[in-house]
């Protein structure tokens, strides 16, 4: 989970589940995994594991990261909660 999970206090493990990197773009598909720990989008800590999955596409120019496009899929986490109807996605 890119910023949410850690903001919620919990350490997130990221596995790379495929990598495609076609100049200058780079585009990732990652497996996430953490544990509930503080509030996220309003949903108070669980302390539940949970998992979900994001995709994202990195644009490199002279060697940096030029530009970041990516997608987590909140509403599967949020499942994992038992709060999908009750959190604020904003």
């Given at each position: 989970?890119?910023?949410?999970?850690?903001?919620?206090?919990?350490?997130?493990i990221a596995g790379?589940?495929?990598?495609?990197?076609?100049?200058?773009?780079?585009?990732?598909?990652l497996a996430d995994?953490?544990?509930?720990?503080?509030?996220?989008?309003?949903?108070?800590?669980?302390?539940?594991?949970?998992?979900?999955?994001?995709?994202?596409?990195?644009?490199?120019?002279?060697?940096?990261?030029?530009?970041?496009?990516?997608?987590?899929?909140?509403?599967?986490?949020?499942?994992?909660?038992?709060?999908?109807?009750?959190?604020?996605?904003?």
């Amino acid at each position: 989970m890119a910023c949410e999970p850690s903001s919620a206090g919990s350490p997130t493990i990221a596995g790379l589940r495929h990598l495609v990197v076609d100049p200058p773009w780079i585009a990732a598909h990652l497996a996430d995994t953490g544990t509930h720990r503080g509030p996220f989008v309003g949903v108070q800590a669980t302390g539940r594991s949970v998992s979900t999955q994001e995709f994202a596409f990195y644009r490199v120019d002279a060697g940096r990261l030029a530009e970041v496009w990516g997608m987590a899929f909140h509403v599967h986490l949020l499942e994992q909660l038992g709060s999908a109807g009750e959190a604020r996605l904003s």
